[in-house]
């Protein structure tokens, strides 16, 4: 069977600076893996990749493969426009588009997307703002700008947008690092919701929030500043944070370094 996501011997540059090497990794469909690993080592670059996200840097290129379904994400032909439809993303830093409203953010991809009838907008913007845990702090606000959200409600409103459009596979980096402990238990409940029908990637820096969502952990480690990270480990998460194969993991998740 097919994996969803199919990453082989991928290479990240900024420019002629390589800052993740040499990735070979699969993904299952209707699973979480979490990604983890120090400041620098390349989780928010490699999970860029992962949806074409990573070429609107400039000077940002790839080398080898990523398939997805089967298909090639970088294939001539392909349209990084309809990758990133089916691969959502919520980036470390929230973005809601700033003089846009509440809802309008919230709405945005269902537009571009051609959805037109109102009713159906409003109410698949409302249910995503549930999901995301933000409903009752801006539902007399929609009309507001996103900007003027706290940078926690920013978050969320960003995990709405990203959930609004139902993507196949949700790439969240860090979706979690600005929201006090009751959004975060709700985020999480929603990832694990989701994954009944979707595909999840989640970057985080709290263990015990890997250890909570994910079926599969990825610790990427960086052997020396200024060179590349590296995919060290991926295999079951009971299997990461109990018993890791290699030394370097049960560092990092023991809090040990060097
Ligand atoms: N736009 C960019 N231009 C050049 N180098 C970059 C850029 N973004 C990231 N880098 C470099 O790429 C490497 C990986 O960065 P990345 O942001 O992917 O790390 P990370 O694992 O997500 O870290 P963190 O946990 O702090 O978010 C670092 O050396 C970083 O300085
Ligand atoms: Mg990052």
């Known amino acids: 069977m097919a994996k969803r996501i199919d990453v082989k011997d991928l290479n990240v540059y900024y ?20 990604f983890i690993g120090p400041s620098g080592c390349g989780k928010s670059t490699f999970l860029r990749t992962l949806n074409r996200m990573h070429e609107v840097i ?33 980036f470390q830093r929230p973005n809601p588009f700033p003089t846009m409203s509440v809802g309008d953010n919230v709405a945005a991809g269902l537009r571009l997307n051609g959805v037109k009838n109102k009713k159906l907008i409003a109410e698949t913007a409302e249910q995503s703002l549930r999901r995301a845990n933000l409903w009752n702090e ?15 409600q920013q978050q969320r409103l960003c995990i709405a947008r990203a959930i ?22 709700a ?5 694990t919701e989701l994954k009944s029908q979707y595909t999840i990637v ?13 079926d599969r952990t990825a610790f990427f480690n960086l052997a020396a500043t200024g060179k590349p990270g590296r995919l060290i480990e991926m ?4 299997k990461i944070f109990s018993n890791p194969t290699e030394r370097a993991t049960e560092d990092y998740i023991s809090g ?3």
Request: aromatic residues 2%; glycine residues 12%; negative net charge.
């Open 256 to 258: 040990r370094f060097g």
């Open 138 to 152: 801006v539902k007399d606000r929609l009309g507001k700008p996103g900007a003027g959200l706290s940078g926690g």
């Open 187 to 191: 985020i999480e409940d929603l990832i």
């Open 235 to 238: 295999d079951d998460t009971p």
């Open 15 to 34: 420019g002629s600076f390589k800052a993740v090497e040499d990735v070979t990794m699969t993904v299952e469909p209707r699973s979480v893996t979490a």
């Open 58 to 90: 400039p000077g940002g290129r790839v080398e080898g493969s990523v398939r997805l379904d089967d298909e090639d994400l970088y294939a001539p032909g392909i349209d990084p426009v309809g990758v990133r439809r089916t691969v959502g993303m919520v």
């Open 202 to 214: 989640i970057v985080t820096h709290n263990m015990q929030q890997a250890a909570r969502v994910s």
């Open 164 to 185: 609004a459009v139902s993507p196949q596979v949700l790439l969240m980096d860090e979706p979690c690092s600005a929201l006090d402990p009751i959004s975060t238990l």
